[in-house]
């Protein structure tokens, strides 16, 4: 049974090992003690053994099997890039661990009457409104790449597109 070999697992040199591991095989048929060449696994399992009346012989028995992504895949894995990259942005203003607690005291300072607000009230309500432009900024820019991505012609050109930083 021919082996399949998937494209992105196959070392480049795949091809060239099964053809030197059965020039090794021809050569060890017709010798007279001598161990049996052996290769990985994968190598011995590509090679198949053709039995005659004269020395056996061997050929190759594999495909290559491109398991590249395809356009949509290339396309919906650089979105999910671009929105990690987003996420570590908005990260950057506020980290992860202080949002919610940024958004709790400002939510308790927006629930106080303005003219009984403390500086402090004021403070939180500033912080969190200046967060929330800044993270809005950030999704606006995000969300602007991830149009571009799914008009990008090339994969190389999505990947540019991730790899813009973000503009301050």
């Known amino acids: 049974m021919t082996l399949k070999v998937?494209?992105?697992?196959?070392?480049?040199?795949?091809?060239?090992?099964?053809?030197?591991?059965?020039?090794?095989?021809?050569?060890?048929?017709?010798?007279?003690?001598?161990?049996?060449?052996?290769?990985?696994?994968?190598?011995?399992?590509?090679?198949?053994?053709?039995?005659?009346?004269?020395?056996?012989?061997?050929?190759?028995?594999?495909?290559?099997?491109?398991?590249?992504?395809?356009?949509?895949?290339?396309?919906?894995a650089a979105i999910n890039d671009m929105r990690v990259k987003e996420a570590a942005e908005v990260a950057k203003l506020v980290p992860f661990g202080k949002t919610r607690l940024l958004q709790m005291d400002a939510a308790a300072a927006a629930s106080v009457p303005e003219r009984n607000r403390t500086p402090e009230h004021e403070a939180a309500i500033a912080a969190y409104v200046a967060f929330k432009e800044g993270e809005r900024k950030i999704q606006h820019e995000a969300a602007q790449r991830e149009a571009e991505i799914e008009d990008a012609a090339t994969h190389e050109e999505r990947i540019a597109i991730v790899a813009r930083e973000f503009s301050k």
């Open 6 to 76: 998937l494209k992105s697992l196959a070392p480049d040199d795949f091809a060239q090992s099964v053809d030197a591991h059965i020039a090794e095989l021809k050569a060890w048929v017709s010798s007279v003690d001598v161990p049996r060449p052996t290769a990985s696994p994968y190598v011995e399992a590509a090679v198949k053994r053709i039995r005659s009346d004269g020395p056996d012989d061997f050929e190759p028995d594999f495909e290559i099997v491109d398991d590249s992504p395809g356009e949509d895949e290339q396309k919906r």
